[in-house]
């Protein structure tokens, strides 16, 4: 179906639902529908949330160091938020010890900041890179510094900035959990990411890791085609700015993608209803009996 007999089914859908609930007003426009979970609406660059979910301030594996909960940008899709969760969680229960710096999220209503161009509708995330000291022991995210990393995975001060932290030339980048983190997001069935911008030096570091450690080749493919130095923006060399595709549920709600659509996402966008793509799964079944265990 083209996108415009789409769109007139989608409007006579909204005016049924409407007049059979009788809340004419509470349906005058697509940014007053709700389904009573939270809803990204517009674009990342113009748009806005309503009934986030707040990221707790700490959790297991993570959390928001000091100088973003001064801001206040907590809040995101459920999805969203749940799915930082887990990934941290995961890292954590792989390396003991580990905890996220999760960044900024969106203004509690999304809308435009100071900031960010984007984070305007709940489906942005940054997210500080996991450190070690120079033995390898993992630290603590620092509470007021995002450090950048050169391609070898040591840290610089770029021209014109300064860190608050004295000791930030021991800290290195986590290659190996950074990785981790990354395959985390990507095998969650419920967030269908569109980006993970980073820097091209350490998107090649983080690429080889997992090459070295023999990663699938799927999951490898994956991360190569959704990580990315973004164009238009710095070259996030000192976090990752995930940013995920409309949930399902809300693009019914006036949640609007900007910009491409991979190849690999193209089926799921055909159908409504909760994600159905499950990418672990659906490439343990594409690979055959074999990887899925004895029968
Ligand atoms: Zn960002």
Redesign the pocket.
Known sequence: MSSKPRAVLAGLQAALLCSSLGLSLSCAGENLWTDLTSISSGKTNRGRTRRPAKMPLKGEGYVVPERWRERGFQYGVDELVAAVERAARLVNDAVPGSTLGV??LSAMHGGRSRW?A??QSGR???LIFYTTNEDGEPLAPLGDDMLHFDGDGEPYLPRREEYNDEKWEERRFDTARNWLLIESLLSDPSVRLQWV?VSNQLRERLLNHARASGRPQWMIDYAAVVMNQPGDAPPHDD?F?VRMYCPRSDRFYGCRERGVVWRHEKKSFKYGGPERYDPVLWHLVAAGPALIGPP
């Open positions: 960044a900024d960010h984007s984070h942005d995330v940054d911008f976090h700015h």
